[in-house]
């Protein structure tokens, strides 16, 4: 199993910026890529960005210019910078890793092990 605990959500007004962290921790060497979802109240969890072993990232069309997904390998830890946030952004975001190495890159069935989650709210 592997542990992901995320940090970093918080309040922000619309245009402003936010950094979100997961570290992950136990059998680490098990996970092919780290990825970011999002759940807004009455909606399903959508597919934000995710990061593959050998750094080849994706993104949501919704997302894309504006947030960028990053790791530190010797962390065992993903970022995910965002910028230029929109109420529409508003949404618990959660952390969450795989280790298959086919199948659709963005499809939350693929994903092994999630976190807690973490608020992220933008005001207008």
């Known amino acids: 199993q592997v542990q992901l605990v995320e940090s970093g959500g918080g309040l922000v007004q619309a245009g402003g910026s936010l950094r979100l962290s997961c570290a992950a921790s136990g059998r680490t060497f098990s996970i092919n890529a780290m990825g970011w979802f999002r759940q807004a109240p009455g909606k399903e969890r959508e597919f934000v960005a995710t990061?593959?072993?050998?750094?080849?990232?994706y993104y949501a069309d919704s997302v894309k210019g504006r947030f960028t997904i990053s790791r530190d390998s010797a962390k065992n830890t993903v970022y995910l910078e965002m910028n230029s946030l929109k109420p529409e952004d508003t949404a618990v975001y959660y952390c969450?890793?795989?280790?298959?190495?086919?199948?659709?890159?963005?499809?939350?069935?693929?994903?092994?092990?999630w976190g807690q989650g973490t608020q992220v709210t933008v005001s207008s």
């Open positions: 990061i593959s072993r050998n750094d080849i990232a």
């Open positions: 969450a890793t795989r280790s298959a190495r086919i199948g659709a890159c963005c499809d939350l069935k693929y994903y092994d092990n």
